[in-house]
């Protein structure tokens, strides 16, 4: 079955910019979703559709999609970006709707 | 605006059904193009997707849970439901109701209602 990887953790500093990986065989085929979710709230898409933002995300929040890697972007990082991020697909082979495991980011 | 909010018992005993509904307003559960699903999450842990019914009926399920889930959809009471049987403590989590297709993120949730499961 389809597998989404992602590193469990990603420091940053304030200002600096992160990136957020999510591995997966030829992800570039397909369209990933982004979900930021802070502790005891329901998750909150920051990027869909690869590379677009939903209405009332920051500009800071970018994605990416290539190849076998889907990314998040996150320019000048605030402390109020520290949440969990998990990438999303829906893979056709399957008819299974798939998370990656999911990012913690640390604001350091 | 859609909103979605979960309901159910928040514990269940080893070897019963949860059961959970969720109540959709704002909006027609049976509008077409959109699915309807669920998503757990464990404490501490990652989000799981458990499964999703199509405005037609159709339903689709993780296969690691399949043999013990169902997903349901009232129309006339704008109501999505799930039960999984023969519950066990891994299924003690925090589980959470969508709007999804296989082309649009999930891009409405309900709160969250966490169940346990101990007897």
């Known amino acids: 079955s389809y597998v989404l990887t992602q590193p469990p953790s990603v420091s940053v500093a304030p200002g600096k910019t992160a990136r957020i990986t999510c591995g997966g065989n030829?992800?570039?085929?397909?369209?990933v979703h982004w979900y930021q979710q802070k502790p005891g709230q329901a998750p909150v898409v920051v990027i869909h559709?690869?590379?677009d933002r939903p209405s009332g995300i920051p500009e800071r929040f970018s994605g990416s999609n290539s190849g076998n890697t889907a990314a998040l972007i996150i320019s000048r990082v605030e402390a109020g970006d520290e949440s969990d991020y998990y990438c999303q697909v829906w893979d056709s082979n399957s008819g299974q709707w798939l998370f990656g495991g999911g990012t913690k980011l640390t604001v350091l | 605006q859609l909103q979605l909010q979960e309901s159910g018992p928040g514990l269940v005993k080893p070897s019963e059904t949860l059961s959970l509904t969720c109540a959709v307003s704002?909006?027609?559960?049976?509008?077409?193009?959109?699915?309807w699903g669920w998503v757990r999450q464990p404490p501490g842990k990652g989000l799981e997707w458990i499964g999703s019914?199509?405005?037609?009926?159709?339903?689709y399920y993780n296969p690691s849970l399949k043999s013990r889930v169902t997903i349901s959809v009232d129309t006339s009471k704008n109501l999505l439901s799930l039960k999984v049987s023969a519950v066990t403590a891994s299924d003690t989590a925090v589980y959470y109701c969508?709007?999804?297709?296989?082309?649009?993120?999930?891009?409405?949730w309900g709160r969250g209602i966490l169940v346990a499961v101990s007897s």
């Open positions: 559709y690869d590379t």
């Open positions: 030829n992800i570039g085929t397909k369209s």
């Open positions: 969508a709007r999804l297709s296989p082309v649009t993120p999930l891009d409405y």
């Open positions: 704002g909006g027609s559960i049976g509008t077409n193009n959109y699915y």
């Open positions: 019914i199509s405005y037609s009926g159709s339903t």
